[in-house]
């Protein structure tokens, strides 16, 4: 048997473990507020970078070559530019009225991305 006071010493050593990290966490304000309308800094988006990333992490898993839903393949530049140069690409993930909202059965992407995308398209759809 573990003496009382030994668990005790356990139970606020854990406590205190778990406050101080619950205080950190709190203090963080990026972690409440990440990247903001304010801080979304869209001067240098490169679609190597900036784009692909966004395309890989929300939209790749439904179109690819083997899922290809709605008919629509996202891989790779040349793919990608076809939905930025006729418009889908911004009108689906903006939601905007007339355009399948995307990506599909899921919350919209956070609005630092979709600022990205569009930066990245209004810059001339740039393969960078
Ligand atoms: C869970 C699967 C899924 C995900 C994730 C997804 N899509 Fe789709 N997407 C679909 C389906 C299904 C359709 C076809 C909808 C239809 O035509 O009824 C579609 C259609 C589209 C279209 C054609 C829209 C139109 O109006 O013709 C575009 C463009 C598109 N998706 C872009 C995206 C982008 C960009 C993302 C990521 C931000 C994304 N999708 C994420 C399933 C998905």
Not at 58 to 83: D, P
Request: proline share 5%.
């Amino acid at each position: 048997m573990v003496p009382r006071i030994i668990k005790l010493f356990i139970l606020s050593l854990t406590a205190g473990i778990y406050f101080s990290l619950a205080s950190c966490y709190y203090d963080n304000g990026d972690t409440i507020y990440p990247k903001g309308p304010n801080d979304c800094d869209t001067s240098s988006i490169t679609f190597s970078a900036d784009i692909l990333p966004i395309i890989q992490d929300n939209c790749i898993s439904c179109h690819n070559h083997v899922s290809f839903l709605g008919s629509v393949n996202l891989e790779g530049y040349n793919n990608v530019a076809v939905y930025a140069n006729n418009g889908l690409l911004v009108g689906s993930i903006r939601h905007y009225a007339g355009f399948r909202p995307m990506p599909d059965g899921q919350p919209m992407l956070d609005e630092c991305s979709i600022e990205s995308v569009e930066a990245w398209v209004r810059n001339g759809v740039l393969n960078n």
